[in-house]
């Protein structure tokens, strides 16, 4: 009976296909007990592929895998929401001195560049903890950010968590500046990047995590391009122990 521990939760998962097998395995458990399991059914996988063929403008021919792995992701996402205070942020997520930054922006903006420039820039000092779809979870009055089995095209992430410090949503520009984002601009641009549900229990769940991201974290608009200063000027804003270069 395959178990996985993603963020503190055993879960029973059984994969059809080996690639997403594979994609699991580094969360697999030696452990018989599970907080909850997942199954999925032909109509999730119909769903998923064709959301995924929407989204990325190609033909409804999406891999059995990918369509799988999508679905157990949704069904584990709602469950989490539903049961245990957590919620996905779609985001890179990196550790730096104990805690979680994350950077948030629509896919193909850079979020996997920053953690990786991030990297550069700290070495040894960060470490990804995930590169595209981590779960984040309230425990003892802290947002957790957890790593998970959905790493992103580049394959960036580990098992690691770390008490969320600060978020920023990337946007494209030439110079690099960051500034603290407005909180009446804050809650469309999470909303714009987690899993919503219909049912008011869901709606009124994700809201109150939401409102406890906004008042207990650091947000900010970084607006940036490629380049390793890009990197510099999110440290600055967050770390002392890097002068400040790009505020705006």
């Known amino acids: 009976m395959p178990v996985y521990r993603i963020a503190d939760l055993n879960i029973k998962i059984i994969p059809r296909s080996r690639t ?11 452990d ?32 059995f895998s990918v369509c799988e792995s999508l ?68 425990i003892n009055d802290k947002i957790i950010v957890y790593g998970t089995p959905w790493k992103g095209k580049e394959n960036y992430g580990s098992d690691k968590n ?9 946007k494209r520009a030439e110079k690099n500046s960051v500034c603290k984002a407005d909180v009446k601009s804050v809650l469309p641009l999470i909303m714009a990047q987690t899993l919503r549900y219909g049912d008011k229990d869901s709606v ?18 970084l607006n940036c391009n490629m380049d390793i200063s890009a990197a510099e000027a999110a440290v600055s804003a967050v770390d002392s122990e890097y002068p400040d270069k790009s505020m705006c």
């Not at 040894?124 to 309230?138: C, F, H, Q, T, Y």
């Open 20 to 30: 997403f097998q594979r994609q699991l395995k580094d969360f697999k458990v030696n």
């Open 32 to 63: 018989d007990y599970f907080d909850f399991e997942v199954s999925i059914t032909r109509e999730d996988i119909k769903y998923e592929r064709l959301v995924y063929a929407q989204r990325n403008q190609i033909s409804s021919d999406v891999p």
């Open 71 to 138: 679905a157990v992701y949704r069904h584990i996402c709602r469950k989490i929401l539903s049961d245990y205070n957590g919620m996905l942020l779609h985001s890179a997520a990196i550790e730096y001195k104990g805690y979680a930054y994350l950077f948030s922006a629509p896919s193909g903006t850079g979020k996997t560049t920053h953690i990786r420039l991030w990297k550069e820039l700290l070495g040894d000092k960060a470490s990804v903890i995930n590169g595209d779809k981590p779960i984040l979870r309230l």
């Open 162 to 170: 770390a008490p969320l410090k600060a978020v920023f949503f990337l």
């Open 204 to 221: 009124d769940k994700l809201l109150l995590l939401i409102e406890k991201i906004i008042s207990d974290t650091d947000i900010y608009i």
